[in-house]
């Protein structure tokens, strides 16, 4: 009875009355309304007051964010090390080069997201956006300096570590997610070993593997670099959770598609490159979109077998006698770093959710 | 399109051979004796190297170090003494049980938290609704190793020392060395009072594991109820008897008595329940708004209450559609633990990275370490299955 009368008694358009409904519609949501801007008060006025108006800004004076620890934040560290933080021990006179690919990665991405371009152009764009990056990472040709990857870190080193595990990962998990579904058995049951082994295991122990385990197994002489390891355990790791979201958009296809096109006469392979996957691939794109959010995330890991990535480096600043305690800064300041990237990302794989589609299909 | 290739036909004929040879039903086998074989060749190759590298490098292969004096220290011992004269097994079952540990308290926190946010989430409240989105927002958009360190760094950077430990409630006191609250001591006459709790625990479990005798609406909620009112009665009761609560002091340098939580358990706590719910309130918000609309307009149509709608009409249904992805969320929170060796709580990676370090046995110890998250993932798999068919559809019951 009362929720009609509420109903009846609420007229929009009035603030008002949206405040009655949206804040005070019963007493317990009016206690809640309460208690959550007495938390507010308590907590927001000090923390920016914290954060931004006692902070300390400029790395000049390090003593003065010891004076002033507890009271006021000290970004004094960040400005100190930005550079650090954005391109690791690159040198520093081509600091230009990372910076470049940091601009052409960003360009990809946007790219992509704006589904404007025909697929294969944005293919080839990509193939050879990323022979650029390497071009320009490595050096050693055209008369630029060659660069050794160990020297490679930073912001930079994340965002490669990511783009270029999705760039190897996502045609793996395609052929995974086929293979699964194979009428082979042989083929279906290692498939089926394979993701589920690698999806029951946390990442650090595949990590550990790459980095303990290959060099044991390679014979003598043989190395690959830290780096190359990491990555290809990464993109292994990140493959078998993909392989799970394209097989879920194959599953989506129902079996009359298939069908339709074996009684036009195609052969398998046509029948997947033209009619399967152009549909389960997009149907698959806002749970890729979470996956890939996922896996940005998972570089960070990499802190952990000593890589020099965005977060170690953070870590690693903060190892210098005159930034040591300076902890909590410090870790915001990743935190927002990789929030910056995963936010845009999310709100992006929702924007793309169907059920969103459909309500701007029908707003229009 | 091999259709007019019949097998039976291919006797005579190089022609027909090929054809027979390319034939859809024997193309498959030769494909997967193929891969059989570069398989085989390709372990074989990396067994055999690995032996040879094992073999320079002086490790003997096998399981036989776990004998073997470990000699290094272990923080957190709670669940099972260890010193460092005991042996790798030991320290190894250590850190097992300190993977469990933080991970089960974990899953039951992230749980609570995550339905409460979930629900919450949807409340016309908008400020309630606003202030969870956030939440939700910002904590999965973060990698859990930084918030980790952030935790960690706010626990031993930001809070004083033990000696002016806050104190926000009677008897709990946080410093820079973590959470110290009261804990409940057995006193010497408690052998009636485990008989008892063992025996409410025993009919509680009976109930659960009951014949699905489709019991009414009244007795679902009834049972429970009498049981935990029951259990509660029965621990009062004997409170008097045989329990005493034990408070931390201060004294010299530390606190004694009570429960003391390292600062790297706390926020390995933390941060993993934090984080977990976040997901988990997802699930959810997500499970309730699957539910028709129609559902809950017929039930208020009814005249069930808003608390009836959700016990009797809602949650069933929601529960689902929550349960499938729940169970994947406990896996990865299980799996997430592993972090734990980023701030340095000696969960089983941290143990048996130190055991590979110093042992060299590299195969046996990743060996060892998938083993066990691959059975704790199966376990948390069985146990959420059963748990799921229970509310599954009676149809859809296999």
């Known amino acids: ?364 | 399109m091999f259709g007019h290739l019949d097998p039976a036909k291919a006797g005579a004929g190089q022609k027909n051979l090929t054809a027979a040879f390319l034939a859809p039903r024997l193309r498959p086998l030769l494909y997967q004796i193929l891969l059989a074989a570069a398989l085989c060749l390709a372990a074989w190759y990396l067994v055999s190297s690995a032996a040879q590298n094992l073999s320079d490098l002086g490790i003997a292969a096998g399981f036989g170090f776990l004998s073997r004096e470990a000699g290094f220290a272990i923080g957190e011992t709670t669940l099972l003494s260890y010193s460092a004269a005991d042996t790798y097994l030991r320290a190894l079952a250590v850190g097992f049980l300190n993977t469990v540990r933080a991970a089960t308290l974990a899953i039951v926190f992230a749980t609570a938290l995550g339905v409460l946010i979930g629900l919450a989430r949807l409340s016309t409240n908008w400020l309630v609704a606003k202030a969870t989105a956030g939440y939700v927002e910002v904590l999965r958009n973060v990698p859990l190793v930084v918030q980790l360190f952030f935790w960690y760094a706010l626990i031993t950077e930001s809070l004083p020392g033990p000696g002016d430990a806050l104190h926000p409630f009677p008897a709990i006191f946080i410093s820079n060395r973590g959470l110290v609250f009261p804990v409940f001591k057995l006193g010497p006459v408690d052998g009636w009072l485990i008989a008892l709790i063992l025996l409410a625990v025993l009919i509680i479990v009976a109930w659960i594991l009951r014949p699905a005798s489709a019991p009414t609406a009244h007795q679902q909620i009834k049972i429970p109820v009498a049981l935990v009112a029951g259990s509660a009665a029965t621990l009062f009761v004997s409170a008097s008897a045989g329990i005493e609560i034990e408070y931390p002091v201060f004294s010299g340098f530390n606190f004694t008595g009570g429960v003391s939580l390292s600062p790297e358990f706390t926020a390995l706590f933390v941060g993993l329940t934090l984080y977990t719910a976040a997901f988990i309130a997802e699930i959810v918000r997500a499970g309730i708004l699957a539910v028709d609309r129609g559902q809950f307009e017929a039930a208020h149509s009814l005249g069930l209450t808003q608390r009836q709608v959700m016990r009797f009409i809602v949650l069933p249904q929601a529960l689902r559609v929550i349960v499938p992805p729940l169970t994947s969320q406990y896996m990865n929170c299980t799996k997430n633990s592993s972090l734990a060796v980023a701030i340095g709580y000696p969960d089983l990676v941290s143990v048996a990275n130190t055991t590979i370090n110093q042992t060299g046995q590299a195969v046996e110890g990743i060996a060892i370490i998938m083993l066990v998250y691959l059975s704790i993932s199966l376990a948390i798999s069985a146990l959420m299955n059963w748990y799921n068919r229970r509310f599954a559809l009676r149809g859809n019951r296999r």
């Open chain 1, 1 to 364: 009875m009362s929720r009609a009368a509420n109903h009846t008694a609420a007229q929009p358009g009035s603030a008002f009355q949206w405040l009655r409904i949206g804040l005070f519609a019963s007493w317990p949501s009016s206690i809640a309304t309460v208690a959550i801007l007495y938390l507010a008060w308590r907590i927001i006025p000090p923390f920016l007051d914290w954060a931004l108006i006692q902070a300390v800004w400029s790395s000049e004076h390090p003593s003065l964010c010891r004076e002033l620890a507890g009271k006021g934040a000290c970004w004094a560290f960040i400005t100190d090390k930005y550079r650090f933080i954005l391109f690791g021990t690159y040198p520093a006179d081509q600091h230009w080069r990372p910076a470049l690919v940091v601009v052409i990665l960003l360009g990809l991405y946007t790219l992509s997201a704006a589904r404007t371009t025909h697929w294969w152009i944005l293919g080839a764009l990509w193939l050879a956006g990323l022979a650029l990056i390497g071009v320009l990472m490595w050096g050693g040709v055209f008369g630029l300096s060659q660069v050794e990857n160990e020297r490679w870190g930073g912001l930079t080193l994340t965002l490669l570590l990511a783009t270029f595990g999705l760039a190897l990962a996502f045609p793996l998990s395609i052929v995974l997610a086929l293979a699964r579904r194979s009428e082979m058995p042989l083929v279906r049951w290692l498939t089926i070993a394979y993701i589920e082994l690698i999806r029951g295991v946390p990442l650090i122990s595949v990590l550990f593997m790459a980095s303990v385990l290959l060099p044991l197994f390679l014979p003598a002489g043989v190395s690959i670099d830290k780096l190359l390891r990491a990555q290809l355990a990464m993109a292994l790791f990140a493959a078998a959770y993909l392989a799970e979201v394209v097989r879920g958009g194959l599953q989506a296809i129902p079996r009359q598609q298939e069908e339709a096109a074996q009684a036009l006469g195609l052969t398998y392979w046509q029948r997947t490159w033209y009619v399967i996957l152009p549909q389960a691939l997009t149907i698959a794109i806002p749970p890729l979109v979470n996956t890939f959010i996922g896996f940005f995330k998972d570089t960070s890991l990499v802190v952990i077998i000593g890589l020099f990535d965005f977060l170690t480096t953070i870590k690693v600043s903060l190892s210098e006698p005159t930034w040591t305690g300076f902890g909590v800064e410090a870790y915001l300041f990743a935190a927002f770093g990789y929030f910056l990237f995963c936010y845009p990302m999310s709100r992006y794989s929702r924007h793309l959710e169907p059920a969103h589609q459909e309500s701007l299909v029908r707003e229009r």
